[in-house]
C-alpha cells in the first residue's frame, strides 16, 4: 500500500480543481506527479531530519570519540560507520573531527570508518531516496555504504598509514567536558529545529528544480530511451557514473530527483546507486580540505578504496536487480 | 564587569565560518563589548580549545557555539550569559 496516498490526492485536486488542467490529460498528469514529489519530499524532509537532530543531539562529537576510543578496532570500525549516520557533515568539520579522534589515540581506520560513512549516509540523500525510491532502495543504501565504510577503514588501518599524515602535534584534549554538560530536553528540540529548518532553506530550491525535471522527463523522455547507454549489460556505465558523481556534492538534493527519473527511462539501479555513492562520499571539496592535514597519496588512496567499493556495489546490483 | 573579555570564533575560513565571524562582530557591536573579535583558522589552536566541530565560538576559552550558526538574536544572548 502507498503510505502517502493522501498527498496523491491533494496533488489531484490541486492540478484538476485549481490550477486547472483537464482531468486525465497528459500535462495534467505530470504536473500532479510533480506537486505529489515535492509535497512528499518536503514532508520527508521535515520529519526526518528534525528526528535525525534530535538524536544527534544526544551524540555529540566528543561523547562519539568516548566510546570509540574504548573499543576494538572491528568493533570500533563498525560503530563508528554507525555513527557516521547520525553525524551530519559539513566539510568544515572533517579536520577537527579526524583531528579530534586522532588526538583520543583511536586508530586510523577507525577514523576513516566514519570519514567515509559520515557524509555518504546522509539524512537529504536518505530522504530522497526514501521519497523517489522507496525504502528498500534507501535501506540498500544504508547498508552498502555501512560495509563499504567498515571495510575501507579495516583496509586503511592494515596498511598502517599513520606515517602520510602532515605533522602535527596534537597535544592534550583540554577541556573535553565544555561540550558535555548536560543540555535541557528543551534546548534539544530547539536544536532540532533550527537545524531542520536550515537544511531546509538550503535544499527546498534544487528539490523543486530537481523534482520540475525529473517530472519533465518522466512524461516527456520515452521509456528505455537510455537503456542503449547506461542499461545493466554496459560495462562501462558504473565508473563512468562514479566520476561524474565525484564533484556534485553540493546538489545531492537536486540531482536524486533527475537520477530517479533517468532510472525509469533504462539506467540500471546498480548504476544509480554509484553515483549516488560517489556524489555523498567521494567529494572534491573534502579532499581539499583533507590535504592540510595528510599527504596526497594517502587521500587518493581513501579515494581509490572507496571508489573502488562503489563500483563493486554497483556491478553487485546490477546484476542481482533487474 | 572589569574583566577583559576575549571572544573567539573558530572556523576553517569556509564560507559559513566567516558568516559566523561577522555576526559575532556585529552582536559584540551591538552589545557594546570593549573587546576585539579574533578569527582564529589554525587546526593547532583549534585542537588546543578542544573543539571538534566547527565553526565554533568561544567567550573566555567557553565553548558557547560548536558546529552551527545560531540566529543573530540567540548569538547575542548566548554571548552577554557568558560574559
Known sequence: MDFFWPIKILAETITVKILPLPAGSFLAEVVSYFI????????????????????????PPEKIRLVLVRKNPYWGNIL???????????????????????????????TFSFLVA???????????????????????YILSGLIIAIFSGIIIGKLKMENLLADFTLGKIL????????????????????????????????????????????????????TRFAGADKWY???????????????????????????????????????????????????????????????????????????FTGYLFNLIIF | MTQQIIIQVFGSGCPTCKKLYEQVKQAAAELKLKTEVAYITDYQKI???????????????KIIIAGLIPKPEKIKKLISENI
Open chain 1, 237 to 311: 556505465a558504473v565508473p563512468l557514473a562514479v566520476i561524474i558523481g565525484i564533484p556534485l556534492y553540493a546538489n545531492a538534493a537536486g540531482i536524486i530527483p533527475l537520477v530517479s527519473a533517468l532510472t525509469e527511462k533504462g539506467v540500471a539501479l546498480g548504476t544509480t546507486l554509484a553515483f549516488m555513492m560517489a556524489v555523498t562520499g567521494l567529494s572534491l571539496p573534502e579532499f581539499l580540505i583533507l590535504k592540510k592535514i595528510m599527504k596526497l597519496k594517502l587521500i587518493l588512496i581513501f579515494a581509490g578504496i572507496v571508489g573502488a567499493g562503489i563500483i
Open chain 1, 80 to 110: 563508528a560507520a554507525l555513527f557516521g549516520i547520525v553525524t551530519p557533515f559539513c566539510t568544515c568539520s572533517a579536520i577537527p573531527l579526524f583531528l579530534g579522534f586522532l588526538q583520543a589515540g583511536i586508530p586510523l581506520g577507525v
Open chain 2, 47 to 61: 585542537m588546543a580549545a578542544g573543539l571538534m566541530a566547527l565553526p565554533a565560538v568561544t567567550v573566555n576559552d
Open chain 1, 36 to 59: 505529489y514529489d515535492v509535497i512528499k519530499i518536503y514532508l520527508l524532509l521535515l520529519i526526518i531530519i528534525f528526528i535525525v537532530s534530535l538524536i544527534r543531539s544526544f551524540l
Open chain 1, 118 to 140: 559520515s557524509p555518504m549516509i546522509n539524512e537529504v540523500a536518505l530522504v530522497m531516496l526514501l521519497g523517489l525510491f522507496g525504502w528498500r532502495v534507501a535501506a540498500i
Open chain 1, 175 to 226: 577541556q573535553p567536558q565544555a561540550a558535555l554538560a548536560p543540555i535541557k530536553f528543551s534546548d534539544r528540540l530547539a536544536y532540532a529545529k533550527d537545524y531542520t529548518f536550515g537544511i531546509f532553506k538550503k535544499v527546498w530550491f534544487f528539490v523543486l528544480l530537481g523534482v520540475g525535471v525529473g517530472a519533465w522527463i518522466h512524461g516527456y523522455v520515452p521509456a528505455d530511451f537510455l
